[in-house]
């Protein structure tokens, strides 16, 4: 019997994981995405068209995809000239398109999914239009996946003192499900709170995992943020996590070791 893996997040760092975990035969893989993206094209994607972003639904596909020709080349696709696509990306603008067709946002997900032959599950956190709302510990509020990423200003080196989403949300009912069967969850990589913490501050996540037999596995990111997590060490990382999912639960931590970052990636990182 295989064994179920659940990875909860979303971006780049959920994206390497699950193509690490891609490669073994005998895991029944679903990734849970957070839906709270409102950057770039997903802000397009949920002002003019409506539709909640796709861009981390993407990543995730593209990721599972058995798929390694032209298609899954074309869902990374980013489109650099063109009046209003111009930044967007093939694959958005696809499921933009199903969504159209079928009325239903979630049966353009499972029916993308069969396009590309994924291997998994990819899982929205919640169908529901969301944005997320930091509060740093001068009193400042952003409001906006976008805006708290880009960690601009005075709350570049500050902390987030509370997280949450606006409106309040509850998880949907397949993620929750995937949960509860889950041998092993596993929480990052990726932004601490724009990735993994949007989706733990989603009513009934945390509870999910709670009650799950699932061991747990947080893994811990390599680089610190701005607006997220400036100057952070390993602790602060725990810390952070455990005002939201009790650290009782977590069975295993990774934490890269090794100082030896290449000079270039180091300089791109760098924090003033």
Not at 15 to 44: P, Q
Not at 116 to 122: A, E, H, P, Q, S
Request: charged share 25%.
């Amino acid at each position: 019997m295989k064994k179920k893996i659940v990875v909860i997040g979303g971006g780049t760092g959920t994206y390497t994981v699950l193509r690490g975990l891609k490669k073994y035969n005998d895991l029944e893989i679903s990734a849970i995405v957070t839906m709270a993206d409102d950057g770039g094209s997903n802000k397009v994607l949920r002002d003019e068209f409506g539709l909640l972003p796709t861009s981390g639904v993407r990543q995730c596909m593209v990721a599972l995809s058995a798929n390694e020709g032209i298609l899954r080349k074309l869902f990374s696709y980013r489109y650099y000239q063109g009046v209003g696509i111009s930044g967007m990306t093939f694959g958005n603008l696809f499921m933009a398109a199903v969504s159209d067709v079928l009325g239903d946002q979630r049966g353009a997900i499972k029916e993308t999914a069969k396009l590309l032959d994924v291997r998994g599950k990819i899982l929205p956190i919640s169908y529901d239009k969301v944005s997320l709302l930091a509060t740093y510990t001068d009193g400042t509020e952003i409001l906006g996946e976008h805006l708290i990423d880009l960690g601009q200003g005075k709350v570049g080196k500050q902390r987030i003192k509370h997280f949450r989403t606006i409106p309040k949300t509850r998880i949907d009912s397949e993620a929750k499900r995937a949960i509860a069967e889950a041998d092993m969850i596993v929480l990052g990589p990726g932004d601490l709170y724009t990735n993994t913490m949007a989706n733990l501050v989603v009513t009934g996540t945390v509870e999910a995992i709670v009650k799950s037999q699932a061991r747990v596995v947080f893994v811990m990111n390599v680089m610190t943020k701005k607006g997220e997590s400036y100057g952070y060490g390993a602790q602060d990382f725990l810390i952070d996590l455990g005002k939201y999912l009790p650290l009782s639960r977590v069975n295993y931590v990774v934490v890269n070791t090794d100082q030896t970052i290449e000079k270039a990636v180091a300089k791109a990182y760098a924090r003033g």
